[in-house]
């Protein structure tokens, strides 16, 4: 009890100072008169006031009693800005995503939940790693290029491919996100014009918003972007850039088709036009589909990824494979930036699970799971009266049509006051052109309280809702 009486005290200095009521070096209340306005004992104010200084939000001056602290303290959780004053824009997403606790139903992440995940696999690696690692893989910066073991068994796993390039060719990054914003720092200026999917991954608008250029998107068709389109705005407007997701889209779930391809690489060519081409889904696909990397044979396409989706969010490490000559002033921006490639000791962790032979075994039971996952949630989206944009080839991502007309935005913030994050259309749209659309992730959406929040939601709309089948017992 006396415990929460003091928490109670701090609580009540920490909204004051928060709500400059008490500004930075300003005396506060005396002991005996904030303990007679709080109805508490003097000691209970004592201890608050003691523990306050403790965290730098006050300081005691011998004498004279205690005062705001000069330095402003952080804004406590009781007053931060909430939810539903937040616009929903990518960032809302991502920080709804990321900051939510771990029981928290996120079926508009961007991830596989936990238990999907080979934790065992990466223990091992991780002890592997520190059993072998020498002083300077434990204590030093690493290579410019990134830890050279990895760079050679990516540039052999894309030799299989067909991309016949060396390690030299290949940088190691920090992350995917990274290593998109090298490549923009290579070749973009403020006011540039950038190609982007419509709809395209939303971290890919928001990064590139940063550099503070033109985005421009491109119809999104289920055989890939409209090349047409392209065409005509790559000869209207110019672009030194065109930012795309290879394999799986994100987040429609479609795949680029042969025609569709080469179409895209020759207005690339004709407009003077470099391709990044994300590749960080595409070992969730069954079967390769065409590469714009691979046609091209990297002379305007660079290829990046990470390995956040198939094995560890928390391991990071990213690549480039580009023309080498834009390797070498790539790694010299990572040195500016960065000081320094990912980590050895993620790059030596990410080596070993690679190496093992148990990842593909692991990425095809993934693969698995992943289909039954998208049928029964398909199948449960549809009974809502949901409808996939098409039906994808892997991956988790599915792109549905509102039922009704309903605004997915909407949707997304009533839900968000249960505690559940949804993703809805216009965060992932450039032109602000799919309110009508939602992406859910079928490996996140086992939960009972998701399909609850969503039919309850939208029977307040007015809809008629059916209850949607039960979840299969194999994917919870």
């Given at each position: 009890?006396?415990?929460?009486?003091?928490?109670?005290?701090?609580?009540?200095?920490?909204?004051?100072?928060?709500?400059?009521?008490?500004?930075?070096?300003e005396r506060l209340p005396?002991?005996?008169?904030?303990?007679?306005?709080?109805?508490?004992?003097?000691?209970?104010?004592?201890?608050?006031?003691?523990?306050?200084?403790?965290?730098?939000?006050?300081?005691?001056?011998?004498?004279?009693?205690?005062?705001?602290?000069?330095?402003?303290?952080?804004?406590?959780?009781?007053?931060?800005?909430?939810?539903?004053?937040?616009?929903?824009?990518?960032?809302?997403?991502?920080?709804?995503?990321?900051?939510?606790?771990?029981?928290?139903?996120?079926?508009?992440?961007?991830?596989?939940?936990?238990?999907?995940?080979?934790?065992?696999?990466?223990?091992?690696?991780?002890?592997?790693?520190?059993?072998?690692?020498?002083?300077?893989?434990?204590?030093?910066?690493?290579?410019?290029?990134?830890?050279?073991?990895?760079?050679?068994?990516?540039?052999?796993?894309?030799?299989?491919?067909?991309?016949?390039?060396?390690?030299?060719?290949?940088?190691?990054?920090?992350?995917?996100?990274?290593?998109?914003?090298?490549?923009?720092?290579?070749?973009?200026?403020?006011?540039?014009?950038?190609?982007?999917?419509?709809?395209?991954?939303?971290?890919?608008?928001?990064?590139?918003?940063?550099?503070?250029?033109?985005?421009?998107?491109?119809?999104?068709?289920?055989?890939?972007?409209?090349?047409?389109?392209?065409?005509?705005?790559?000869?209207?407007?110019?672009?030194?850039?065109?930012?795309?997701?290879?394999?799986i889209h994100n987040p429609?779930?479609?795949?680029?088709?042969?025609?569709?391809?080469?179409?895209?690489?020759?207005?690339?060519?004709?407009?003077?036009?470099?391709?990044?081409?994300?590749?960080?889904?595409?070992?969730?696909?069954?079967?390769?589909?065409?590469?714009?990397?691979?046609?091209?044979?990297?002379?305007?396409?660079?290829?990046?990824?990470?390995?956040?989706?198939?094995?560890?969010?928390?391991?990071?490490?990213?690549?480039?494979?580009?023309?080498?000559?834009?390797?070498?002033?790539?790694?010299?921006?990572?040195?500016?930036?960065?000081?320094?490639?990912?980590?050895?000791?993620?790059?030596?962790?990410?080596?070993?699970?690679?190496?093992?032979?148990?990842?593909?075994?692991?990425?095809?039971?993934?693969?698995?799971?992943?289909?039954?996952?998208?049928?029964?949630?398909?199948?449960?989206?549809?009974?809502?009266?949901?409808?996939?944009?098409?039906?994808?080839?892997?991956?988790?991502?599915?792109?549905?049509?509102?039922?009704?007309?309903?605004?997915?935005?909407?949707?997304?913030?009533?839900?968000?006051?249960?505690?559940?994050?949804?993703?809805?259309?216009?965060?992932?749209?450039?032109?602000?052109?799919?309110?009508?659309?939602?992406?859910?992730?079928?490996?996140?959406?086992?939960?009972?309280?998701?399909?609850?929040?969503?039919?309850?939601?939208?029977?307040?709309?007015?809809?008629?809702?059916?209850?949607?089948?039960?979840?299969?017992?194999?994917?919870?």
């Amino acid at each position: 009890m006396a415990g929460r009486r003091t928490e109670s005290v701090m609580e009540a200095v920490r909204e004051r100072i928060a709500a400059r009521k008490l500004s930075a070096g300003e005396r506060l209340p005396s002991i005996r008169t904030l303990a007679t306005s709080l109805c508490v004992s003097p000691s209970t104010v004592v201890e608050a006031y003691e523990r306050l200084v403790a965290e730098g939000i006050v300081r005691a001056r011998a004498g004279s009693g205690f005062f705001v602290a000069r330095s402003s303290a952080p804004r406590p959780l009781s007053v931060a800005r909430s939810d539903a004053e937040r616009a929903i824009d990518p960032f809302w997403v991502s920080r709804q995503s990321l900051d939510a606790d771990a029981q928290v139903a996120k079926p508009g992440c961007g991830w596989l939940p936990a238990d999907w995940m080979p934790t065992d696999a990466l223990r091992r690696a991780m002890r592997r790693t520190a059993r072998t690692a020498d002083d300077a893989m434990l204590t030093d910066y690493g290579p410019s290029r990134g830890h050279a073991p990895l760079r050679h068994l990516l540039a052999r796993q894309f030799a299989a491919e067909g991309l016949d390039v060396g390690p030299d060719a290949i940088l190691l990054t920090g992350s995917g996100t990274q290593a998109l914003d090298l490549i923009c720092r290579l070749l973009l200026k403020p006011g540039d014009t950038v190609l982007v999917d419509d709809p395209c991954y939303f971290n890919f608008c928001a990064l590139l918003s940063v550099h503070r250029v033109e985005v421009v998107g491109i119809p999104m068709t289920p055989a890939g972007p409209d090349a047409a389109v392209f065409a005509e705005r790559a000869a209207r407007l110019r672009p030194r850039l065109y930012v795309t997701n290879a394999a799986i889209h994100n987040p429609t779930g479609a795949s680029l088709s042969p025609a569709m391809a080469h179409r895209v690489l020759a207005a690339a060519a004709a407009h003077d036009v470099a391709i990044i081409e994300d590749e960080i889904f595409a070992d969730f696909e069954p079967e390769p589909s065409p590469r714009l990397a691979l046609l091209d044979g990297l002379e305007r396409v660079l290829r990046i990824g990470s390995f956040s989706k198939t094995l560890s969010a928390s391991v990071r490490c990213g690549y480039i494979a580009a023309r080498p000559e834009w390797i070498e002033t790539l790694a010299d921006l990572q040195i500016a930036t960065q000081f320094g490639a990912a980590s050895p000791l993620s790059a030596g962790m990410i080596h070993e699970v690679l190496a093992d032979g148990g990842y593909h075994r692991h990425m095809e039971g993934v693969r698995s799971r992943l289909a039954k996952a998208r049928r029964d949630t398909a199948r449960r989206l549809d009974g809502l009266g949901f409808r996939p944009w098409t039906v994808p080839r892997g991956g988790f991502g599915l792109w549905c049509e509102m039922p009704g007309g309903v605004d997915a935005t909407d949707l997304a913030r009533r839900v968000a006051g249960q505690g559940i994050v949804l993703a809805p259309g216009d965060v992932f749209s450039p032109s602000g052109t799919a309110r009508s659309m939602m992406r859910f992730n079928a490996a996140q959406m086992t939960s009972p309280s998701v399909w609850e929040a969503i039919e309850q939601s939208l029977m307040r709309t007015g809809l008629p809702v059916s209850p949607p089948p039960e979840v299969s017992a194999s994917l919870r």
